[in-house]
């Protein structure tokens, strides 16, 4: 069998490897990508969000000035690429749950390191129909959702239509591993790179995943026509007469099946914020491939040089994908050393 030669194979057609993918391509280098094209997958299931201020303390996320700088001008480029749309920029509302919240964030809201992503400081109800926030809150910008099935779908065809998609199950006996190359049936690559998101039962790779499930539910709400994602216990993200609400984390049943416990959890949360009435659409979930320190795995075997991880980046996929996938590519090519803080080899 005559072998086909390429620079990378790429494992996964979730987030992590649609912008590995991507970015390969855009510097003129030749990929094949493999991908079960399966439904039960963490970026199919992906509610989407990115958000530069998150957790209980509302504090700035991970390196936010570095990757949400040009998050939006990488997925508008993205889009222009593939003629599809996903990118949503949106506010983020997050009302204060105590007067300490409101207190503290009065002093915050002057500081140069939150400038650039505070819109508005609030001290009254933004005013949404049953939405409980008599604090006020904040109203982040640099701020929204992608629409992750969409691209991923947009995506699909654009390979498709490169003739560089093979909707298979990648079977790793098939690897041979060569000093400089690695091949695969009738291909023949510099190197292979995994990208296959949660649970992966990979046997090059024994890594410290600490997968999490997560429920979300798609309800219908009457007389509420919000600007924003509210995001108090549980964020609602509108779209048109609908909100995607969610999530819940669960290290332990990690299934692609809602859970009730799951749902009713999302629900009491949800009563906390919004009090008015709604209609569960649709309920799903979806198992996310964090890591045990929350970044994501980057880099090359310790022993196998030809075999690559491009894994791992969890809850904030979004607003990490594209700065790593550009990172990685450079690392690859010589032009970089490995980010240290994702370096593979730091679980190993």
């Keep these: 069998m005559r072998k086909i030669k390429v620079d990378y194979i790429i494992v996964g057609q979730g987030l992590a490897g649609s912008w590995l993918a991507f970015e390969m391509l855009s510097r003129d ?3 094949a990508i493999f991908d079960e094209d399966k439904l039960e997958t963490s970026s199919k299931k992906a509610a989407g969000i990115y958000n530069p201020i998150t957790g209980r303390q509302m504090v700035k996320t991970w390196r936010a000035d570095e990757f949400f700088s040009k998050l939006e001008i990488n997925y508008s480029l993205l889009e222009k690429k593939l003629g599809s749309r996903f990118l949503h920029p949106i506010p983020i509302y997050r009302p204060f749950k105590t007067i300490e919240d409101q207190n503290d964030w009065e002093g915050k809201a002057a500081d140069e390191i939150f400038l650039s992503y505070l819109k508005e400081f609030r001290t009254s109800s ?6 409980h926030d008599p604090l006020g809150g904040i109203v982040l910008n640099k701020s929204g959702y992608v629409d992750i099935p969409t691209m991923l779908m947009a995506m699909k ?17 098939k690897i041979e591993l060569k000093p400089k190359s690695v091949t695969y049936d009738n291909l023949e690559a510099k190197k292979i790179i995994f990208c296959e998101g949660s649970l992966p039962k990979n046997p090059f790779w024994d890594l410290p995943f600490r997968p ?12 509420l026509d919000a600007k924003h994602i509210i995001n108090q216990g549980v964020f609602m993200i509108p779209k048109n007469d609908r909100f995607t609400v969610g999530s819940t984390y669960d290290h332990n ?3 692609f099946e809602p859970q009730e416990s799951g749902i009713k959890s ?3 949360r949800l009563k906390k914020l919004f009090a008015g009435e709604y209609r569960i659409i649709e309920k799903r979930a979806g198992v996310r491939p964090a890591t045990h320190d929350r970044k994501p795995y980057i880099g090359l075997h310790s022993v196998y040089k030809t075999l690559g991880i491009f894994n791992g980046f969890g809850t904030k996929g979004v607003s990490l994908t594209p700065h790593f996938a550009k990172h990685f590519i ?9 980010d240290e803080e994702v370096n593979v ?4």
């Design 29 to 31: 280098l030749s990929v």
């Design 126 to 131: 933004i005013g949404y129909h049953e939405i």
């Design 157 to 173: 065809a654009f390979l498709m239509n490169k003739g560089i998609y093979r909707a298979e199950v990648f079977n790793y006996d």
């Design 212 to 223: 999490v499930r997560g429920e979300i539910i798609d309800i219908e709400i009457d007389g």
């Design 253 to 255: 049943n990690l299934t």
């Design 266 to 268: 999302l629900e009491d």
């Design 330 to 338: 450079d690392v690859l090519q010589g032009k970089s050393e490995l």
């Design 345 to 348: 080899q730091r679980a190993i």
